[in-house]
């Protein structure tokens, strides 16, 4: 909402400089973002006269003017325009002056003659024709029409003197979209008397408006309320320059007076207004109906939109003329020939525009306005207003009457006044007297203990919008500050938080580096992975209104995410990529809500980068956080992971994680020619099997004793079988298995392999014996055999 000083001027006076007024009426509630001084870029521009004009010597196109402006001597200045005459009034940019777009004026030589300084046209004073209808486009701008003196400030003359408030009006505010609604926050802000006008229209002897126009509003429900008026005789011409000043300085084109006088109103009381040409109001009825099914309208703006049954249209007997508080039709438009006005002020359902507007592609003023709810007494005022304004600048004559048919009547909204209970949500001491004083500066009535909520305040519902209120302009940085009542809270984070922050640090001390993606995905992202058509992963929860088909489900699987990440490392040829993320997945239950368990996931490739280091890197985790009895079984069946280089977790048989190498056709799918490796553990399961606290061991007092045993196997043994066998197998005096060698040669039996591995023996209490060892040997050894059929070598 842009705010123009001059005009909020007219109904408080507030001195404050552009600072203060900014902080004081964003502390009270009404957010300043900028305010922009109309003039700052014009400077030392004055008015002058042109005392003498004669043609230049060495030039067919120049002029040598000399001009008064109000100094001792008159200023000489050389010009190509061709549209002046002595004792005209301009435009003169002095030596020394500025322009807008940062343009400095300085003293120069013309083919042997001084210019010391420039006549100004109306774009080199940042306006248009529509600013100034008398002035032409393609020469210098001519003061003599407009009220000005020699040696005038040009800045005064054009009404740029001004400044212009820009203010972040949130949408619960919708009062505040009008010069009205912020005059009186700045009212109660610096407290100052605000002076309110009650229009009146004097009318009489024009006719009434009942004889020529009849309103029906058979769409009830979304029109509460619709006030119209008419004006004859219309003159249609432009505006008086203090109207155009004031719509430029809101951001709003001038156009004709009957057009402006409609935005100004909208501008001053927030209320959106329309003026239709009578004489294309066919059967002089307006109908405010529900459009039908695909009727057409061509909008202002000449664009044919095609309509639907939700859609709320102003027609006439014979078809629509304007979308109800978006835009009107070309079919009604005021144009030079205009006789008949009738002017417009509704209010229709917010909902109902608003869903309109967005089918339709249309955002307009009024549709901003309309969509936030609108005070339903408004539209008298305002279109009193606009007839007004009429009989100000001698555009017409206003008819007698006026036609307002309320389909819905509000009741006010009554609150009781609880001091106490206010002083102890806002931990003040604020006398009663105060509140009162400060809600009836913004509009409210008390009397006793009830106050009466002003009906462009629906906002006000509860008696903690009465606090919030009376805080406000108090001020919060007069509220003392007070310890917290009640139980002290205990901070610190949660056992599942402090695991996250451990999971974060390990991963980052093995040196990856942490992505954060998005949790809405694309279907087709199941298809990438290989993902089975009958996979339960593919139940996917859908968003109700996505941003677009890419992110138009919710994922239950992180994989994908992790895989569009290495995918974009990969094509910024990053060599070696090692990344984790601790993301959600999500999941549908019975209630309707979601079940977002989260999963840990790594993702990495490179040239060190193989199966096995992968595992070295989630053994570490494990290990780390004390997860013990992990077997990793070879998984074949995954479709997303290579099926001879994937393996699952396994706790008691459980399945806690996967990892491997990611199948080569969907690294294809991601445009990847190098191996991609993942890893994937449920946040849960690692919550479940974390280990106890550590408990201090001393080192041992007695020594160990080493074995080496290497092993001739089937091809097709893993290790991980091996040494579980082994583990199980042996006594308490095994204390570690150690792998040191593969082997494999064609001098070995058919289908075999050589494993070895070492043992370590040692006693707690005593020292060990030779026999000891061998004996525990022995029955790992007949073990291995039983179940692998394994030998010595």
């Known amino acids: 909402m842009l705010l123009s000083r001059k005009w909020l001027n007219e109904f408080v006076t507030i001195d404050a400089d552009d600072r203060t007024f900014a902080e004081e009426m964003t502390l009270s509630g009404s957010k300043v973002e900028a305010t922009e001084d109309l003039g700052i870029e014009i400077q030392n521009v004055v008015v002058g006269k042109i005392t003498s004009l004669q043609k230049h010597s060495n030039s067919d196109k120049l002029w040598i003017c000399q001009i008064d402006i109000g100094e001792d001597s008159p200023v000489q200045i050389v010009t190509g325009a061709q549209n002046i005459n002595e004792n005209d009034l301009v435009p003169v940019a002095k030596d020394g002056s500025k322009l807008p777009g940062n343009i400095e004026i300085k003293a120069n030589e013309l083919r042997g003659e001084m210019s010391y300084g420039m006549l100004c046209s109306i774009a080199e004073l940042n306006l248009t024709t529509g600013d100034f209808p008398e002035a032409v486009e393609d020469g210098i701008f001519i003061l003599n029409q407009i009220p000005c003196e020699i040696g005038q400030d040009i800045r005064e003359v054009i009404g740029s003197l001004d400044k212009v408030v820009e203010f972040e009006i949130t949408p619960n505010r919708p009062d505040c979209l009008s010069v009205i609604g912020l005059a009186r926050e700045a009212s109660a802000t610096f407290n100052k008397e605000l002076n309110l006008h009650t229009p009146v229209v004097n009318g009489g002897g024009n006719g009434d408006i009942f004889s020529l126009l009849d309103v029906d509003v058979p769409a009830e429900d979304l029109c509460p309320r619709y006030t119209a008026r008419m004006v004859h005789n219309v003159k249609v011409e432009p505006s008086p320059q203090w109207m155009r000043e004031r719509l430029r300085a809101s951001g709003v084109r001038p156009i004709n007076n009957i057009v402006d006088i409609t935005n100004y109103v909208m501008l001053e009381y927030g209320q959106p207004m329309h003026a239709f040409d009578y004489r294309y109001v066919k059967g002089g009825k307006i109908i405010v109906r529900h459009a039908t099914e695909g009727e057409t309208l061509t909008t202002l703006d000449g664009t044919v939109r095609s309509l639907h049954q939700t859609d709320l249209v102003i027609a006439d007997e014979t078809r629509a003329v304007g979308l109800a508080g978006i835009m009107g039709g070309e079919n009604s438009e005021i144009m030079d020939d205009t006789i008949d006005v009738v002017f417009e002020s509704a209010n229709f359902n917010g909902t109902a525009v608003r869903k309109t507007a967005l089918s339709l592609g249309m955002r307009t003023e009024a549709s901003a306005k309309f969509e936030k709810g609108l005070d339903i007494l408004n539209t008298l005022p305002a279109i009193n207003r606009a007839c007004e304004l009429v009989e100000l600048l001698q555009a017409g004559e206003v008819l007698d009457g006026v036609i307002d048919i309320l389909n819905y009547v509000p009741n006010p909204t009554q609150l009781e006044l609880q001091p106490n209970k206010i002083n102890s949500l806002l931990g003040t001491q604020i006398e009663t007297k105060t509140m009162c004083d400060i809600l009836t500066s913004l509009g409210f009535t008390v009397e006793g203990e009830l106050v009466t909520v002003p009906s462009w305040r629906g906002d006000v519902m509860h008696y903690s919008d009465l606090a919030e209120e009376v805080a406000r302009f108090y001020g919060y940085n007069h509220i003392p500050t007070t310890s917290m009542r009640g139980e002290t809270t205990q901070g610190g984070f949660s056992p599942k938080e402090l695991l996250e922050k451990e999971l974060g640090s390990i991963c ?251 043992l370590l023996f040692r006693s707690d209490n005593r020292s060990l014996t030779s026999q000891e060892a061998d004996d525990e040997i022995a029955n790992i050894l007949q073990s291995l055999t039983t179940e692998f059929n394994a030998t010595l070598r």
Request: hydrophobic share 40%; charged share 20%; net charge negative.
């Open 508 to 758: 980052r001390s093995m040196g990856y580096n942490e992505i954060i993606t998005y949790s809405f995905i694309s279907p087709t992202y199941y298809d990438k992975i290989l993902l089975n058509a009958d996979s339960p992963l593919r139940n996917s929860i859908k968003i109700m209104n996505p941003l677009g088909e890419d992110t138009s489900i919710m994922r239950t699987t992180v994989l994908p995410s992790m895989l569009e990440i290495l995918a974009k490392n990969y094509n910024y040829r990053n060599k070696n990529v090692l990344l984790y993320e601790m993301g959600r997945t999500y999941f549908a239950k019975e209630d309707g809500l979601a079940d977002e368990p989260k999963v840990l996931c790594l993702g990495a490739f490179g040239d060190d980068m193989d199966f096995f280091t992968l595992k070295g890197a989630v053994e570490c985790i494990l290990e780390t956080l004390r997860i013990k009895n992990v077997k990793f079984v070879a998984n074949t069946t995954n479709p997303s992971y290579h099926p001879g280089r994937c393996a699952n977790m396994l706790i008691d048989d459980k399945v806690i994680g996967v990892l491997g190498e990611i199948h080569p056709t969907v690294a294809k799918n991601y445009n990847v020619d190098t191996a991609l490796y993942c890893a994937e553990i449920p946040f849960d399961s690692i919550l479940q099997n974390l280990g106890g606290i550590p408990q201090y061991a001393p080192l041992p007092k007695y020594p160990s004793m080493s074995r080496d045993i290497a092993l001739l196997v089937d091809k097709k043994t893993t290790v991980g079988a091996l040494e579980t066998c082994i583990t199980q197998s042996a006594g308490d005096l095994l204390k570690q298995v150690t792998l040191f060698d593969i082997y494999v040669d064609e001098n070995l039996p058919k289908d075999t392999k050589s494993i070895a591995f070492n």
